[in-house]
């Protein structure tokens, strides 16, 4: 099959030459011979960047690993070629592959906080990445100073001499870029590398990816599962499905005009700061290795499927200068993506609050984290609490839980004052506010099956319950949150990230709470399982009539969920009020700064 | 059931078919010994220190006794105390951990501060301590020694307990205003069973040594009985005429204990953390599944 990128030959401009070529790639877990990851072919020019999108499970880490001629523990590359610079990376013997790796390909991690050692300062890793390829730079010092400069750093603030925990995460992550460019490599793999970053600092980051880049001929891959961050950075990107590439085309055709009904599923469940619509996600999740089905990978969860989908494989086509991987990518045509979406239905209630805060200052210990905080919260309706880290959302939230207590200011619910800590309150009223944590990882009891996480609640508020009527509500609270009775007996590490935060969402509504806080629940999410969660809890909210507080960083998403919201900026309120009108006329500079580094799916707006 | 799988997955390592081999070879011994031994293991029945015979297949001991039957008879006492001792150290020390961590504050200091003190006594000194105040009692040999267990134990449990203290689940049950002693066993101990069975297999090893090792130093079972840690005690003088009724007892403990050590290592190796996410648990069960088959 052709492997060249069409992107590439369709604005005609491009002429680098071809840093890095994938043919056929196969990695397969080394037990059973299936295969994790197949078919997969791609090329980078130098100075270009490559998106490689998916949900979790879809094999996109694992083929960036592979590009590093790596397979994690149980997976084994079983065939294809990987060229850089016309070497093949899979011919070569474990020590010249040492040689290769960090001189000619470099890796941006995840979590650059992980991947700095918190005892060496930042000149020694640096020095050292150098060190271990002798002969690849003649001045060490020199392109330690370099380097620096060039991912925007400044060497004049002693960052040399500082430790990791010295530096803000998106310095670390800055610190981390420049290594990875430090030897001049000829490709650079990025692992999702501003996952834990605010937007701003996540944007500023991407410009300087692309930058360096640009200005060093370097081919590198991107690895996200955010099609907004993707949209506006790289130029060609490949949709990647149950280990298989099933669109590939330059980021233009591929985002405005998508083809593959997976591609369009995962753009239509990207939130938008400029629309209120109601977001569609996909139902279901990606197959597993070795339970994929015949056919298509994807009939199952697609609404486009035919009788033809599950009996035949489908084999890539070129379709308007793009690749795809489907049976009826001639009959679908490349629509341009609908003008989306049902407006969200807002209705303003002005009515008693249900939850009044009043100069509400919080601290830990010593450090103020929450500075004269006031908020309403009108009941059956829904408030976000927007900010980056750091702006004291989360301490917000759990001084109205109750699970810090540290401060100062009123709070009062139905008019009655709360008492700061949850150990201090009404056994009703700890019923009536419900939580949801932001990681459903964590929130669940990994020894407790979901029939028992959900149940407890119900055996600790409402004890008059028989077993018949605690089952009966548990059933309810289930098929609320959209899953059947088969998942009464699993356990957390049984289910997808998803499914568990609907047992988190399902154990704070069976108690039938009035205020429900959402603390980023879709934080740790894939964008197609957030969207889908986020309109299970709008439905949810209007069906119960519930009050909310939605706390997030993502702007985008506050528009398609809440009806007024709060941007919060160092512990302040900077603006409050409905959310149209925080979006559209915003008065204050925070706010208007978070609005426009919200990575947007525009793809191909570049700046030089 | 958690702890039932755990045991089954260490079972099929070649490391736990070893060592659970070893120990129930030894327990086996111990347990149907006093039902098979061919003479009353105090009875008089050859010359001191004969080497072996047809009549006597491991020879005779200090005071002429049979001591294959002796050998025989004299283990299941040592194996009754020591699980004895395991279990109430394990229980005490992990009560006093997890309460330790779990509540904080004043407790945490008390507790921690108790167990320090009785860390800083080696566990056999600590045990013959007790021992010689109150006298060579059977069950205040097994209290000693669980007692000198329960501080080591509480440290792991304590460390274990902070971690899982400060996950959401728990926040999320206390939100609730469910009482502690109510989180601690319903929602802490159920995660904590890796490190239980850890602890109480290293422990029971510990035990085996200390309890043999006070029946050497003749703080046990009162002489006419037979008993292993004794029986290394009151032959080694014939060591160079009958070498056996030394080696035999000797190498029972060895075996024992290499194969409760061993044991519990394949356990700890397959007890890795329950929080994978799914896709790296699909994965792993895959391959655990295929090798398996």
Not at chain 1, 294 to 322: M, Q
Not at chain 1, 428 to 454: A, D, G, M
Not at chain 1, 555 to 570: D, F, G, N, Y
Request: with cysteine; aromatic share 4%.
């Amino acid at each position: 099959m052709s492997t060249t990128a069409p992107a590439a030959s369709e604005t005609g401009l491009t002429t680098a030459p071809v840093r890095l070529e994938i043919q056929n790639l196969r990695i397969e877990l080394a037990s059973s011979g299936e295969d994790v990851v197949d078919e997969v072919s791609f090329t980078v020019r130098a100075g270009e960047l490559l998106g490689l999108v998916g949900e979790s499970g879809s094999g996109k880490t694992t083929v960036a690993l592979a590009l590093l001629g790596h397979a994690r523990r149980g997976l084994a590359i079983a065939g294809g070629r990987i060229n850089l610079d016309g070497e093949d990376l899979l011919s070569l013997r474990p020590a010249q592959l040492r040689a290769v790796r960090g001189a000619k390909v470099a890796y941006v991690p995840q979590d650059p906080s992980a991947a700095l050692n918190p005892t060496l300062r930042i000149g020694l890793q640096l020095r050292e990445a150098l060190n271990c390829h002798p002969g690849a730079v003649e001045d060490v010092e020199a392109r330690t100073v370099e380097v620096l400069q060039d991912a925007r750093l400044d060497v004049n603030s002693g960052i040399l001499k500082r430790y990791p925990h010295q530096l803000s995460g998106g310095q670390q992550q800055r610190v981390a870029l420049a290594m990875a460019f430090a030897c001049r490599p000829s490709l650079i793999v990025l692992d999702e590398p501003t996952t834990g970053l605010d937007v701003s600092t996540q944007r500023h980051v991407l410009e300087t990816v692309r930058a360096l880049c640009r200005s060093y001929g370097v081919a590198a891959v991107y690895v996200s599962h955010d099609l907004a961050v993707v949209g506006g950075l790289v130029s060609d990107v490949a949709v990647m499905y149950a280990g298989r590439i099933i669109e590939l085309g330059s980021t233009q055709q591929v985002f405005n005009f998508p083809i593959h009904p997976y591609t369009r599923g995962l753009l239509e469940a990207v939130p938008s700061p400029d629309r209120s619509e109601v977001l569609t996600g996909m139902k279901g999740q990606p197959p597993r290795p070795g339970r994929r089905p015949k056919g298509c990978s994807f009939a199952p969860r697609c609404s486009y499927a035919v009788e033809r989908c599950s009996i035949e494989s489908p084999a890539p086509l070129h379709a308007t200068g793009r690749l795809v991987r489907c049976l009826r990518a001639s009959e679908l045509g490349a629509g341009a993506l609908a003008a989306r979406g049902t407006p969200v239905p807002v209705s303003l209630t002005v009515s008693e609050p249900i939850l009044q805060l009043n100069e509400l200052s919080a601290s830990y210990g010593r450090h103020a984290v929450l500075h004269d905080v006031n908020l309403q919260v009108a009941p059956e309706s829904c408030t976000a609490i927007v900010g980056e880290s750091g702006s004291g959302k989360t301490t917000l939230a759990r001084c109205i839980v109750g699970l810090h207590a540290n401060w100062r200011g009123q709070m009062s619910f139905e008019a009655s004052p709360l008492a700061r800590g949850m150990r201090g309150r009404q056994i009703e009223l700890l019923k009536r506010i419900q939580y949801i944590f932001q990681n459903p990882y964590t929130s669940l009891n990994p020894r407790k099956t979901v029939s028992q996480i959900i149940s407890q609640p119900l055996e600790h508020f409402e004890r008059q319950l028989t077993t018949r009527e605690r089952e009966v509500r548990i059933a309810r609270v289930l098929a609320d949150v959209s899953l059947g009775s088969a998942f009464l007996h699993r356990f957390p590490d049984q289910l997808s990230g998803g499914e568990r935060q609907r047992v988190a969402i399902a154990r704070a509504l069976v108690v039938e709470p009035d205020l429900l806080v959402c603390d980023e629940v879709t934080s740790a999410l894939d964008v197609s399982v957030q969207a889908v969660i986020v309109e299970l809890l709008r439905r949810l909210q209007h069906e119960h009539r519930l009050a909310m507080i939605f706390i997030t960083h993502n702007l985008a998403l506050v528009r398609s969920i809440a009806q007024t919201a709060v941007v919060l900026c160092e512990g302040r309120v900077v603006e409050a009020g409905p959310v149209e009108e925080i979006l559209e006329h915003p008065s204050d500079e925070y706010t208007i700064r978070l609005i426009k580094d919200v990575p947007k799916l525009t793809p191909g707006a570049k700046e030089p | 059931m958690q702890w039932l799988a755990t045991l089954k997955a260490a079972v099929r390592t070649p490391r736990g078919a070893v060592g659970l081999g070893l120990t129930g070879f030894v327990v086996l011994l111990a347990v149907i010994g006093p039902h098979v031994e061919p003479y009353s293991p105090t009875n008089f029945v050859t010359i001191p220190f004969s080497t072996p015979s047809a009549q006597d297949l491991l020879g005779g001991d200090t005071l002429g006794r049979d001591v294959l039957s002796r050998v025989l008879d004299g283990g299941w006492v040592l194996l009754i105390m020591a699980v004895a001792a395991t279990a109430f150290g394990v229980i005490v020390g992990g009560a006093a951990g997890i309460s330790a961590a779990y509540l904080r504050g004043k407790i945490d200091g008390i507790i921690m501060r108790t167990v320090d003190v009785v860390l800083a006594f080696p566990s056999l000194v600590f045990a013959l301590m007790l021992v010689s105040i109150i006298g060579p009692k059977l069950w205040l040999i097994v209290l000693a020694v669980g007692f000198a267990h329960a501080p080591a134990v509480a440290r792991v449990l304590r460390s274990a307990t902070l971690d899982i203290s400060e996950r959401d689940y728990v926040k999320a049950v206390e939100l609730q205003g469910v009482k502690p002693a109510k989180v601690m066993r319903s929602e802490i101990l159920p995660n904590l069973i890796s490190p239980l069975m850890v602890e109480t297999g290293l422990r029971l090893t510990y035990s085996i040594v200390l309890m043999a090792g006070l029946n050497f130093l003749g703080f046990g079972q009162p002489p006419p009985a037979a008993n292993w840690g004794f029986m290394i005690q009151e032959n080694r003088i014939g060591l160079s005429s009958n070498p056996w009724a030394v080696v035999v007892p000797a190498a029972l403990i060895a075996l024992l204990t290499i194969g409760t050590n061993t044991f519990t290592d394949a356990i700890a190796r397959v007890a890795i953390g329950v929080d994978r996410r799914p896709e790296e648990a699909a994965l792993i069960d895959e391959l655990v599944a295929r090798e398996a088959a």
